[in-house]
């Protein structure tokens, strides 16, 4: 249910812990507080890792090359390291120790982890015994899930996101040339028709047992753009908990289907407005990072690098002391949070009391405004705009902040100047700033903030090290405060015509 607050925002359209979670019954708040991919709030401060155990799929989808990670979870690019499920333990012990905040381990590929059903049962065994404080959690495309459900349960698994890109065999056969399945390889609208059973029947199964399920979907213009909105409908009918539909990464250089044949993605302004259009029956994620199947760190970050095989092997880990350190960080967060929200409470509490004194005038409508926000995290702006490779991207109204995506880029700073075709590091990362008008980091170089100037996006440091919310509110009250912002009351409108 979406309860209103005393700002007037919904749960599903703020980016508050509490906003976003406080409708919930307890016994689910306690699975998702601390997950990066089912809270937004909770992606700011807690981190995820994948291992990398489940080569092999059991399906074939256009968007994917299997020389690449799983485009279900990921975005394309080659899987440092294929894991055994004995290194995947020692990896994910060593991580949890060295990385405290590191809340959830997730199998999301490269192929997909029901069809090696022995390496990932394997691999979460183990750590629900050895490291009971870490959430497990899996991602599949649905065809091998009825079967397993059962064991899912067992070992403790409470979130399994599914890929579900349709309802309609017709459409699916132009996403799954193939399904395996009892030993054959079915092909088109047949193959299609027994995958999309398998999720349905899959997702009624896993919600019946008080699993969480997240549907990703994969948006795929001209294919299945038109029909996400019914699928979005169905898998909420059926218990589904959130619904993150994904832009489609299509480059020929990945050798897929769909990139050899220039299909296009959606732009920014098509996913949103699906996105939407969509929101008004089920939660909507938007802060997802399409990771890599072996990625770790918060979401948006890759520390894969620091926990290579060689780095992990010669490691010690006493994961019983680890795990003393783990609580006394994840309690500190919480403890934070929940600060930050009796604050925040109060502050609305008195907005919304002095906003009652004033509902006599007319007030001007106030456009929003789209910002954003480079940050390493914390839910700080925190991060060198020129170190920054990706930004958040926020629609901040009056009284109201909204994740609404986030927008990749080659790093500024990395001295590497030209990306092709002319075009400059610089130039690429502000053109992929489309639509923001403002861009706020800790910290900005002279050439940049001219260049950004000049394509009519305010740079902003002037909120360093603040959290990002307030800082984004201050930003549209100046904003406001300058007249840059009004549109005209009806009663001006009216009086105009
Ligand atoms: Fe990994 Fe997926 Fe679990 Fe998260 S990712 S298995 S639910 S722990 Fe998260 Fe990454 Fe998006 Fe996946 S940001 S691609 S939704
Ligand atoms: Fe690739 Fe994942 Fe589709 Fe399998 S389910 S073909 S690994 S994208």
Not at 30 to 53: G, I, L, T
Not at 77 to 92: D, R
Not at 279 to 297: F, I, L, T
Request: aromatic share 4%; hydrophobic share 35%; net charge negative.
């Amino acid at each position: 249910m979406t309860e209103m607050t005393a700002s007037g925002c919904s749960e599903s359209s703020c980016g508050s812990t509490a906003d976003q979670l406080s409708h919930l019954p307890e016994h689910i708040r306690e699975k998702v507080h601390n997950h990066p991919c089912y809270s937004e709030q909770a992606h700011h401060h807690f981190a995820r890792m994948h291992v990398a155990v489940a080569p092999a799929c059991n399906i074939q989808c256009n968007y994917c090359n299997r020389k690449y990670d799983c485009a279900n979870e990921s975005r394309p690019g080659v899987v440092s390291e294929l894991l055994t499920p004995e290194q995947a333990i020692k990896k994910t012990l060593v991580v949890a120790s060295e990385i405290p905040q590191m809340t959830v381990l997730g199998i999301a590929g490269p192929g997909d982890p029901l069809a090696n059903p022995e390496r990932t049962f394997q691999t979460f065994q183990a750590l629900s015994e050895t490291a009971p404080d870490i959430k497990l959690c899996v991602s599949t495309n649905g065809l091998a899930l009825p079967e397993h459900v059962e064991e899912l349960s067992k070992h403790n698994i409470d979130h399994v996101t599914i890929t579900i890109n349709c309802l309609d065999p017709e459409i699916g056969a132009k996403i799954y040339p193939w399904i395996f399945w009892k030993n054959r390889r079915i092909k088109g609208v047949k193959g299609a028709k027994i995958l999309i059973e398998q999720q349905q029947k899959g997702l009624e199964m896993l919600t019946e047992k008080g699993i969480l399920v997240k549907v990703n979907s994969v948006m795929i213009p001209g294919v299945n753009d038109k029909h996400l909105a019914e699928v979005s409908k169905v898998v909420k009918s059926k218990g589904a908990f959130l619904h993150n539909i994904m832009p489609l990464i299509a480059e020929a250089e990945h050798g897929t289907y769909y990139g050899i044949m220039e299909q296009l993605g959606p732009t920014q302004a098509e996913l949103k407005e699906l996105q939407d259009a969509c929101e008004g029956d089920m939660n909507m994620m938007r802060h997802c990072r399409q990771c890599r199947a072996d990625a770790v760190g918060l979401l948006g970050e890759d520390r894969g690098s620091e926990f290579t095989l060689d780095k992990i092997e010669a490691m010690e880990i006493d994961y019983s002391s680890a795990m003393e350190k783990r609580k006394v960080v994840h309690d500190n967060i919480a403890a934070e949070l929940a600060r930050k929200e009796e604050e925040k409470a109060q502050g609305v509490q008195f907005v919304s009391l002095d906003s009652l004194r004033k509902t006599a005038k007319p007030k001007p409508q106030l456009r929003s405004v789209l910002m954003a926000v480079a940050t390493q995290g914390g839910g700080i702006i925190n991060q060198h705009f020129g170190h920054a490779k990706e930004f958040l991207i926020y629609e901040v109204a009056s009284d109201n902040v909204k994740l609404i995506g986030h927008a990749k880029t080659d790093q500024y700073c990395s001295g590497n100047n030209t990306c092709g075709d002319g075009e400059t590091v610089l130039q690429k990362l502000i053109r992929s700033l489309d639509g923001c008008e403002v861009v706020l980091s800790a910290k900005i170089g002279y050439e940049p903030w001219e260049q950004l100037e000049e394509a009519g996006i305010i740079p902003n440091s002037e909120h360093a090290m603040e959290p990002i919310e307030e800082a984004l509110l201050a930003v549209h009250k100046e904003m406001a405060e300058s007249g840059a912002l009004e549109e005209k009351t009806e009663a001006g409108l009216r009086a105009t015509a």
